[in-house]
């Protein structure tokens, strides 16, 4: 297996940041586009409120290796995992969902979920008529492991948050905020503490959304040759490129992935991962 076949987009509607994040450039790109650009096997499609066809998305996913939707609503009614789930019987290749932002703001916002929901939801996920489907978390770096003294200490509380991690199969560590990125290394050290037993993922933010502005291609390099070095030791099992909608605007962080997946694309993994 080669080191490409463990990269997914963070895939979104074409053109959804048009506007915003401090993007003035006007993106035509699909999620599909970018996966071929990028030299990436698979993609989590995440609409951001933006209301889909999701057969359509899935018929032009066709090719790739693995396709998980967001479901984030699904804490709160776990039926919602159903329609996903008729739709992967036609998609052999949909293998999971992805709850986006879980903590969303702290612990006065993920604890208004039922933990019940969340088991719930992993029960119909792994036991139904199709298939078992893998059930993915989105966690920051800034939301766990903060130091006592930090005024967010209370707002992102490891233990209140432990619970929550459980019902998972996997967690995705991001990091968020660019100038944070020499911190990654030692979060990602209190990342696996925290989800023993749990498969693991991180992400590699190609536009700068926590500070508004273009990702520099220096911090994408960084990080990926961390990731790689994670992914070749077996401590993760893949690296999600977000996103495919600033991907065509001509920027230097995915001329920087772009070159990097050309020259690692292809080194093989161990035969155990």
Request: net charge negative; proline share 5%.
């Amino acid at each position: 297996m080669r080191l490409r076949d463990k990269f997914w987009l963070w895939g979104h509607p074409e053109g959804r940041y048009n506007n915003e994040w401090g993007n003035t450039g006007i993106s035509r790109m699909t999620p599909m586009e970018c996966c071929l650009y990028l030299g990436v096997r698979n993609t989590f499609m995440v609409p951001v409120e933006v209301d889909v066809n999701r057969r359509q998305y899935n018929k032009s996913f066709t090719t790739l290796d693995g396709v998980a939707w967001e479901c984030f609503d699904a804490g709160n009614n776990p039926d919602a995992v159903d329609p996903l789930i008729e739709e992967a019987a036609d998609f052999p290749n949909i293998n999971g969902v992805v709850f986006d932002d879980f903590q969303r703001g702290g612990v006065d916002e993920y604890t208004k979920i039922p933990l019940e929901n969340l088991w719930a939801v992993r029960e119909k996920l792994h036991n139904n008529n199709v298939r078992p489907l893998n059930m993915w978390m989105v966690l920051y770096t800034h939301e766990y492991a903060v130091p006592a003294g930090d005024p967010t200490a209370e707002k992102y509380n490891d233990e209140t948050f432990q619970p929550y991690i459980e019902p998972f199969d996997g967690i995705i560590m991001w990091n968020w905020w660019e100038r944070n990125v020499n911190d990654i290394p030692w979060k990602f050290d209190a990342f696996k503490k925290m989800t023993q037993g749990k498969r693991r993922m991180v992400g590699c933010y190609l536009w700068n959304f926590g500070e508004k502005k273009p990702a520099t291609g220096e911090a994408v390099r960084k990080q990926l040759d961390w990731y790689r070095q994670w992914l070749l030791s077996g401590e993760i099992e893949g690296v999600v490129l977000h996103t495919n909608t600033m991907a065509d605007l001509d920027l230097e962080a995915y001329d920087a992935a772009v070159e990097w997946m050309q020259q690692h694309g292809d080194e093989q993994l161990p035969e155990n991962h």
